[in-house]
């Protein structure tokens, strides 16, 4: 166990639709990061925050956003969603901007 | 551009063959080098992380090693319970965020 939350576990939605994934750090962890893992694609990095600011933005869909809240807690909001949406949505936290990260059980989303 | 490489893509390995993964990375500026292991539908678990060539880093049956244009990762004498796909990441020394980028990683089978 990593220390990481994640849920919901599996999610489960029709195109079009919007969705809301939330992940809690480690306990002193400031940083969270969220990435996607397709099959092709592999994991991908989406963004970062520290200590509730956007600190950095990968390859993150305008219909993708995120943020993270004063108790550290973040919350990925993914809109309009599309077939190729589907994948594992993994959030990681570290101590500080750099360093190693620990990753959280994922969610795995379905878009029908 | 920044790229990880990991070879081989699959591995079967009978009990106590040992072997090593290849991680190739082209990055500018390497801030360090983390391997995890993910097992299916898991999220990665951190293993190690390496910071300058010539550093070495061990854990049960497994060693990482690092070059200043690649890792790798050395089994020794693996069990079944090794079996999992292992994920070499580079985190860049330049720019503000503590980003990963990963290779595809190598799927690794041990067999009794």
């Known amino acids: 166990d990593s220390g990481v939350t994640q849920t919901p576990k599996h999610l489960i939605t029709a195109t079009g639709q919007r969705v809301t994934l939330r992940c809690s750090p480690r306990?002193?962890?400031?940083?969270v990061y969220w990435y996607q893992q397709s099959l092709d694609q592999g994991l991908q990095f989406l963004i970062q925050?520290?200590?509730?600011?956007?600190?950095a933005k990968g390859n993150i869909l305008e219909r993708f956003s995120a943020q993270q809240f004063p108790d550290l807690h973040s919350e990925l909001n993914l809109s309009s969603l599309e077939l190729g949406d589907s994948a594992l949505y993994f959030c990681?936290?570290?101590?500080?901007?750099?360093?190693?990260?620990?990753f959280g059980p994922g969610t795995r989303l379905t878009v029908t | 551009e920044d790229q990880v490489t990991q070879s081989p893509e699959a591995l079967r390995l009978q009990e106590g063959e040992s072997s090593s993964l290849n991680c190739s990375y082209t990055?500018?500026?390497?801030?360090?080098l983390f391997w995890y292991r993910q097992d299916p539908g898991k999220g990665p678990e951190f293993l190690f992380t390496l910071y300058s060539a010539g550093e070495e880093k061990e854990k049960e049956r497994l060693k990482a090693t690092l070059t200043k244009k690649e890792s790798f990762l050395h089994i020794t004498a693996p069990k079944p319970e090794d079996s999992a796909t292992y994920l070499c990441?580079?985190?860049?020394?330049?720019?503000?965020?503590?980003?990963?980028?990963f290779g595809q990683g190598t799927t690794l089978q041990v067999k009794p």
């Open positions: 925050y520290y200590n509730g600011e956007e600190r």
């Open positions: 990055v500018s500026g390497l801030r360090g």
């Open positions: 306990s002193g962890d400031l940083s």
């Open positions: 990681a936290s570290s101590v500080s901007v750099f360093g190693e990260q620990y």
């Open positions: 990441a580079v985190q860049k020394g330049s720019g503000n965020t503590g980003k990963l980028i």
